[in-house]
């Protein structure tokens, strides 16, 4: 088994056996689905909104212990669980990044937008998926800006793009300049939106790492401009969630390639057959 992902029970008729379990904080571990044997589901013995802290802090140090143990190292799994430190977190953000040429393409297909001629901006998130989605992006783009608060820390990357593509690309810091105010295409790598209001009419909004409720919140702020979120991706034909895939291919990848034979993201994910399905709207009045 090479990851894991973990989710909330959402069974309430536990009988006798789920209740003592629950009772001393087992979690529920079965094979995944559609991974070749390669990943863990994991259930906790709690709910969501579960208010017992014992409870939460014991099932956790059991199921975290067995893992280690296991030798896991790659997981996902639902929000607001507390992950302890020594396992590497996939949120999906790296597989997003990748396929943001897709995602940026399919959006403008829809809006009957020229890309190559739209005025579009970046909002760095800070994470390496934002770097994946500042290369992706720039092979679609033709006029683009990032606005970053770590300009030093990837100025090369644009160098290295500018010489690959011959796309010059501004860096800004200042979330209220021009470029937000006049730009017609906004790919935000950031968990939220914030100063809302500078963006243009009829402009497209594109949450990229951003979940539902935060896509949701900033469509209701600003009804004039469209928003996009919670792109779709398969795995051998089969939707699965962006974080498992991640999950998935990176710890594959882990055990299939060494560092004197590296293989990018993106080609390992084509070579699992992994592809972008769809994005999700919320249309402009």
Do not use: W
Request: aromatic share 12%; net charge neutral.
């Amino acid at each position: 088994m090479a990851f894991g992902y973990i989710k909330y029970s959402t069974d309430e008729n536990m009988g006798i056996v789920g209740f003592l379990k629950r009772l001393m904080g087992k979690s529920k571990i079965e094979k995944l689905p559609g991974f070749g044997g390669d990943g863990l589901l994991i259930t906790l013995p709690y709910g969501k909104y579960e208010e017992n802290i014992k409870l939460r802090e014991k099932a956790n140090k059991n199921i975290f212990k067995i893992l280690e143990n296991m030798d896991i190292e790659f997981i996902s799994g639902e929000e607001n669980i507390n992950y302890p430190y020594g396992f590497k977190l996939c949120k999906g953000n790296l597989l997003k990044g990748i396929f943001a040429e897709e995602i940026i393409k399919d959006i403008s297909k829809k809006e009957n937008v020229y890309i190559e001629n739209t005025s579009l901006v970046v909002k760095d998130g800070g994470d390496e998926g934002s770097v994946y989605a500042i290369e992706a992006t720039a092979k679609a783009a033709g006029e683009m800006a990032v606005f970053t608060e770590r300009q030093k820390g990837i100025e090369n990357l644009i160098e290295d793009i500018y010489f690959d593509t011959g796309l010059s690309i501004s860096l800004f810091s200042y979330e209220e300049s021009d470029y937000i105010k006049e730009s017609m295409f906004i790919v935000s790598c950031k968990k939220s939106e914030e100063k809302e209001k500078v963006l243009k009419k009829g402009s497209i909004y594109l949450f990229l790492f951003g979940n539902d409720q935060k896509a949701q919140e900033l469509y209701e702020k600003r009804k004039d401009i469209n928003v996009y979120y919670d792109p779709k991706f398969t795995f051998n034909g089969k939707n699965e969630k962006a974080s498992v895939i991640e999950a998935y291919l990176l710890s594959s990848m882990m055990k299939h390639y060494n560092d004197k034979k590296r293989v990018s993201l993106k080609e390992y994910a084509a070579q699992n057959a992994v592809k972008y399905a769809e994005i999700k709207a919320l249309k402009a009045l």
